[in-house]
């Protein structure tokens, strides 16, 4: 009985699926989406995501950390060098598996694994300025009195230079009447 076995064994032994995740995690950062099965992209996906999640904080031990899950310098130096600054932001589902269908060969469903930021056909943020922060009516008394006091200093001179205006006119009004 598998009761509460979480782990999809992909039919390997855990040296031989241990080996393969690793190879696709490398293949997935250094090509930022691969092509494989179904069951596979979403073994890879339980794998890369805590990966990621460790390299939003670049530190000596994080770096160690990932190294050994991937055995591969490059690919930890393209972790953390450029796809941290694109997907580090988020709080999570750094990677999208797409179902593409079944393989002619031998009909196992395949799917396309990639990092969310960097197909810019499906970013939907894309050119899109950042949302700013929600506007809520608390505290609301700080804002409005400074925003009271901003209007009646710009009043000033316009009363000013309206007041300067009709001094001005005065004298041409005088000229004309002699």
């Known amino acids: 009985m598998r009761h509460g076995d979480k782990v999809n064994n992909l039919g390997r032994t855990a040296e031989h ?3 393969l995740l690793s190879n696709l995690a490398n293949a997935l950062i250094e090509h930022k989406r691969i092509v494989t099965t179904l069951a596979k992209a979403k073994a890879l996906r339980r794998y890369i995501e805590p ?29 953390f060098g450029n ?8 709080p999570g ?32 943020n894309e050119g899109k300025e950042k949302k700013k922060a929600k506007k809520t009516r608390r505290g609301g ?22 007041a300067e205006a009709e001094v001005a006119a005065e004298p041409a009004e005088q000229k004309e009447e002699a």
């Open 141 to 162: 008394r700080k804002g409005r009195s400074a925003e009271a006091a901003a209007p009646a200093v710009e009043e000033q001179p316009v009363e000013a230079a309206s």
């Open 51 to 79: 990966l990621v999640t460790r390299a939003k904080e670049d530190t000596t031990h994080n770096r160690r950390v990932v190294f050994s899950h991937l055995q591969n310098k490059n690919a930890v130096k393209e972790l």
């Open 83 to 90: 796809i941290i600054p694109e997907v580090g932001e988020r």
């Open 17 to 19: 699926r241990r080996a």
């Open 93 to 124: 589902g750094y990677v999208r598996v797409i179902r593409l269908g079944f393989r002619r060969g031998d009909g196992a469903e395949t799917a396309l694994i990639e990092f969310v930021d960097f197909n810019k056909d499906y970013n939907i």
